[in-house]
């Protein structure tokens, strides 16, 4: 049962374009949303999170937007750069009911064309 | 302050034989975390620590395995008589432990069982 869902396995995006990454879920129990990016032979590295009771978190070029009512969340990176080049994994979690673990998605492959 | 790190960063074993690695957490985090990861998927849950206690254990977490953190720091991940199935990235993340605390991830250890 894939609670957190990444529909994409690999986005292609030209240097300087936006870059759009989707997640869906499926609990309604997870209130907290993480985007981390991992590059071969690394481990997974934070870089936006948004709680459920905003619809949207910016941070520099990143901004994280969540729909509950579909829930869904996505990732905007814009401009795209080289080194975004990499692969992007959704996570969920439902702090406010106890479950700080992370539920992660499958992952998408970001590829960004110079 | 160096980040979350494990050893070794890749095992090589035969089937049947024991493993442990091993997560040194960034310093004052309470929360600590393990996660296994396979080809083609994301992390997924296996076990985490509140200071020293054990507070939640995934079903993935067979008898075969056990996870200690003593004196509430590092913490050990033992594989007692590996299978081609534990073939996969151990990663360990750690947190302050508060309810939206970001947990951080380490490089991992990359485990093939032969």
């Known amino acids: 049962d894939q609670q957190v869902k990444q529909n994409s396995p690999s986005l292609s995006v030209q240097e300087g374009r936006i870059s759009i990454l989707n997640c869906d879920y499926t609990?309604?129990?997870?209130?907290?949303f993480l985007w981390y990016k991992k590059y071969p032979a690394e481990g997974p590295t934070f870089l936006i999170s948004i709680s459920s009771i905003k619809d949207k978190n910016e941070d520099g070029r990143f901004t994280v937007f969540l729909n509950k009512s579909a829930k869904h969340l996505s990732l905007h990176i814009v401009p795209s750069q080289p080194g975004d080049s990499a692969v992007y994994f959704c996570?969920?979690?439902?702090?406010?009911?106890?479950?700080?673990?992370?539920?992660f998605g499958t992952g998408t492959r970001l590829t960004i064309i110079p | 302050d160096t980040g979350v790190s494990q050893n070794p960063r890749h095992k090589i074993t035969k089937r049947g034989q024991n493993v442990t690695f091993r997560c040194d957490p960034i310093s004052e985090h309470n929360r600590l975390y393990w996660y296994r990861q396979t080809l083609g998927q994301g992390p997924e849950f296996l076990t985490y620590f509140q200071n020293e206690a054990q507070l939640e254990k995934s079903r993935l977490l067979s008898d075969r395995f056990s996870a200690e953190r003593p004196k509430g720091s590092f913490s050990t991940l033992e594989i007692q008589r590996t299978e081609q199935g534990d073939s996969a990235m151990y990663l360990c993340a750690s947190s302050l432990g508060r309810f939206t605390d970001t947990q951080y991830f380490g490089p991992g250890t990359r485990l093939t069982v032969l």
């Open positions: 609990n309604s129990m997870f209130d907290y």
């Open positions: 996570a969920a979690s439902g702090v406010n009911f106890g479950n700080e673990k992370l539920t």
